[in-house]
């Protein structure tokens, strides 16, 4: 099943960063919409790796929400874009106390990893600074 994308061209007209949200948890991509849209971001919500991975240009920074996903992995996906050259600033939501899942996707270089279940504002200040330093 694929989430549905509700996209607003005027928005990336206008400069705003665009988010994409990797989760095969619908519920759990349109909450994360919802919450960054109404701080001023685009966002596509797509529920494999491999939908992420085709549409890699069209994004400012990558969440991933769930390793387990269908297909590819959320690992593998950050690794592949570090191998294509083509690297994006990610955050990876991981399950409380998966150290070994946070230590793997730092590794794969995810900008950070975030246990849900994960403050808002922790989120919101983590893709802030992020997007204002994408080294970071």
Do not use: W
């Not at 899942?101 to 950070?112: E, F, P």
């Not at 994960?118 to 970071?136: D, M, Y």
């Amino acid at each position: 099943m694929k989430a549905t994308v509700v996209e607003n061209p005027k928005a990336q007209a206008a400069g705003r960063p665009v988010i994409g949200v990797v989760d095969a948890d619908i519920a759990m991509g349109e909450a994360l919409q919802s919450l960054l849209r109404s701080h001023g971001y685009e966002v596509l919500c797509q529920t494999s790796a491999e939908e992420a991975l085709a549409d890699l240009s069209r994004f400012d920074l990558l969440i991933v929400g769930e390793e387990k996903l269908p297909g590819m992995s959320g690992i593998e996906l950050i690794e592949k874009m570090r191998g294509r050259g083509t690297p994006l600033p990610s955050i990876v939501l991981t399950s409380p106390g998966n150290i070994p899942l946070t230590v793997r996707a730092i590794r794969a270089g995810a900008a950070d990893c975030l246990e849900k279940p994960f403050f808002k504002v922790v989120l919101l200040g983590r893709i802030k600074q992020i997007l204002s330093n994408p080294t970071a």
